[in-house]
């Protein structure tokens, strides 16, 4: 449909490299003629489904036809039947009549997922978009094939026949299941979520979003809350809010608790974390973590849990060490990225951590333990030389001022080392090793980039959510006592000791709920504006897109009239309401400003102890060998192979676990190549 005449010649404009001399002509009344001829043969075997037809609206071809078309059709042969693929499980719907054969989906596939599985089978009138052999195509980006479909060929299956595209209310907003905050649009009939589907936005996660991000939205109406519940002899029962917030209330602000403790979950906002660590500040209670949390939390600089490196960056890198991080089911749009890398600069990617064997470009694994990566960080690795240097065999060679101009070199380190008994001093080390590395060109590279796999943890160390005074037992599973626990919007409650006192504040019920006394029910990030920090250090927020029922209430609503019922404001004014913001008074506490990397890590830098010139060898000694050696030698300490990831991508949290998409999809993956790659591979180190 792009043609064109280029010096009286017909040709498609696409596929023409522009040169002197030529002489183009868009329109004519030849082009006219062609382009309906093209048109014409597009829809030899196209049957006439517009009528029920779910892309009705957004068709491509409708669009087309209407300004190209013919007033009439001159095909009165048979049309052609395709059967239809059954190679999606329930997430895309087939019907393969209706392809035009643009092999936009087959491209996709191969190029963006490294997935061969649909191809062109047949030529002429027997061509047909297949697979070679069928099997179930689980990709985490697949969705996006259906946005790509000009045609009805490819529609999503839980949207199907649910509504027309001029019947929807569209709502700009961001997806809040990984931490890259995506731009999404939500489609919204009869207060009900009908689709989700990506906006463009170049700088996160261009035109594609993941599969949980598409799909998950149904779990937001599955073991969903919809009024206070109180425990009462082991069962909950349904009361008033004022009866919920008098009996958490009476036991907050006795003063009879042996313990007090917040636990924030994977999907709190900046200004739910910001009243929860006002509020219980105001008790002088420190304890307010991320559910995850060990004895480290980076909360003092930015850039030890943000990426520090723009997606241009990552798709330019010559070399990438990946450290116990497997993006493609923890981040698949940044794994994209590196995917792009890989075809485009031929970057080559190592691996610390469990083998690699699941991803979409090589991947060279070259040590499964924290000894590998402390012996490769002193250079005295084998892979050491070939990784950087290829013909030099220690770290003195970083102290050549030519290095500046040697290949570009991005460290992301997983989450999973940020939980580990031992991060702070694995992070110190990759710190101080990224230091030497940058000391050229400290203005143009980051220190190092954190793939954090949710928007929880970046709120929680955006804010210091870290528990000061119980640094020697910071597990939230093993508190022992008369002990108040407020739960946020976490995943898990732990198996609680008789006299303890539980408190949860969410939309849906946790796994072990039975161990809950009060349950608060809250508002969705999809009927309330959730103001996030993702990965990037971009300050994102979520937009209204539902009404929220009557009976339940935003997070910070929540904290709000548990200090208006604390300070008992109500006795000097009634509209209590109106007071909130200037009672809390913590509007200051986000900042919405961007975010100056380079002033943070010039900042780190000079605050690093050790003087730049010392040769590397002797500062490493004297710095980290002994704290390296005694935590080598830590009998009692974690096992230092590092722990596997995510193992399974669709029920890796709690909003997928309850979506009834997610969990179908898992089910019918569990016999594909994901989990034989993913759980039963023996590794070399197994």
């Known amino acids: 449909m792009c043609l064109v005449e280029v010096n009286g010649a017909l040709a498609i404009s696409c596929a023409v490299p522009i040169v002197d001399n030529m002489n183009i002509v868009t329109v004519s009344q030849r082009l006219l003629h062609a382009r309906e001829a093209v048109l014409e043969f597009l829809l030899v075997n196209h049957p006439l489904d517009c009528p029920i037809c779910d892309q009705g609206g957004e068709c491509d071809l409708q669009d087309i036809t209407l300004v190209f078309g013919l007033d009439r059709g001159r095909f009165y042969q048979n049309k052609r039947s395709v059967d239809n693929l059954n190679c999606f499980g329930v997430l895309i719907k087939t019907i393969m009549t209706r392809c035009i054969h643009c092999t936009r989906c087959v491209r996709f596939l191969s190029e963006y997922t490294d997935t061969f599985d649909l191809g062109v089978i047949g030529r002429g009138n027997s061509m047909e978009i297949g697979t070679y052999i069928e099997k179930v195509i689980d990709h985490e980006l697949s969705g996006n094939i ?207 951590g469990n083998g690699l064997t699941y991803s979409t470009y090589p991947v060279i694994n070259i040590g499964n333990s924290l000894k590998s990566l402390m012996l490769f960080l002193q250079g005295k690795y084998y892979y050491f030389n070939k990784l950087f240097f ?162 339940v209430l935003p997070n910070k609503e ?33 900042r919405y400003d961007s975010f100056n990397l380079l002033y943070n890590i010039i900042k780190k830098d000079l605050l690093t102890k050790g003087d730049i010139q010392t040769p590397w060898i002797l500062y490493w000694n004297a710095v980290y060998g002994q704290k390296l050696l005694n935590i080598s030698n830590r009998k009692t300490m974690k096992n230092t192979v590092f722990d596997r990831n995510i193992s399974n991508y669709y029920t890796s949290d709690l909003i997928s676990r309850y979506s009834k998409n997610m969990s179908t999809t898992a089910v019918k993956t569990i016999t594909t190549s994901f989990s034989n790659k993913i759980n039963n591979t023996k590794q070399p180190w197994e």
């Open 146 to 352: 259906i946005d790509l479909c000009p045609v009805g060929a490819l529609t999503s299956m839980p949207y199907s026949f649910s509504a027309r595209p001029w019947e929807l209310n569209s709502i700009e907003s961001i997806d809040v299941l990984d931490a890259m905050a995506s731009s999404i649009r939500v489609d919204v009939a009869n207060n009900i979520v009908i689709r989700i589907i990506p906006t463009l936005m170049e700088t996160i996660n261009e035109d594609w979003i993941t599969n949980k991000a598409r799909y998950a939205f149904d779990s937001l109406n599955i073991q969903r809350v919809l009024t206070p519940k109180v425990r009462i002899n082991g069962q909950f029962v349904n009361c008033s809010w004022a009866t919920a917030l008098e009996l958490v209330s009476n036991r907050l602000f006795s003063n009879k608790w042996g313990y007090l403790q917040a636990i924030c979950g994977n999907y709190v906002d900046l200004t739910t974390a910001s009243y929860a660590k006002k509020f219980f500040n105001s008790f002088g209670c420190n304890n307010i973590v991320y559910q995850y949390s060990s004895e480290y939390m980076p909360s003092d600089w930015q850039c030890d849990f943000l990426l520090n490196y723009s997606m241009e960056q990552i798709e330019n890198f010559d070399i990438v060490l990946l450290i116990n991080t497997n993006l493609r089911v923890e981040n698949p749009l940044l794994n994209s990225r590196l995917r792009k890398n890989h075809l485009n600069n031929k970057g080559v990617i190592y691996s610390f």
């Open 390 to 551: 290829h013909s030099f065999y220690n770290m003195s060679y970083i102290n050549n001022q030519n290095y500046a101009n040697h290949a570009s070199i991005g460290l992301i380190i997983g989450q999973q080392v940020l939980f580990r008994p031992d991060a702070k001093i694995v992070t110190d080390c990759l710190i101080t090793f990224t230091r030497r590395l940058n000391k050229y060109y400290l203005v143009n590279k980051p220190v190092y980039g954190t793939c954090v796999n949710y928007l929880g943890y970046i709120s929680c160390a955006e804010l210091a959510l870290y528990n000061y005074s119980n640094k020697k037992n910071n597990s939230i599973s093993a508190i022992s006592g008369n002990s108040f626990t407020y739960h946020i919007g976490t995943e898990y409650v732990p198996n609680k000791i008789p006299g303890d006192f539980v408190v949860y504040q969410g939309y849906q019920l946790p796994d072990n709920h039975k161990e809950i006394d009060i349950f608060l029910p809250t508002t969705t990030h999809h009927e309330t504006v959730h103001i996030y920090m993702n990965i990037q250090g971009r300050i994102r927020s979520t937009k209204v897109a539902l009404a929220s029922p009557n009976t």
């Open 558 to 590: 929540i904290f709000q009239l548990l200090y208006i019922i604390k300070n008992k404001s109500y006795l000097n004014n009634l509209s209590i309401i109106d007071q909130f913001y200037l009672i809390m008074g913590l509007n200051k506490e986000i």
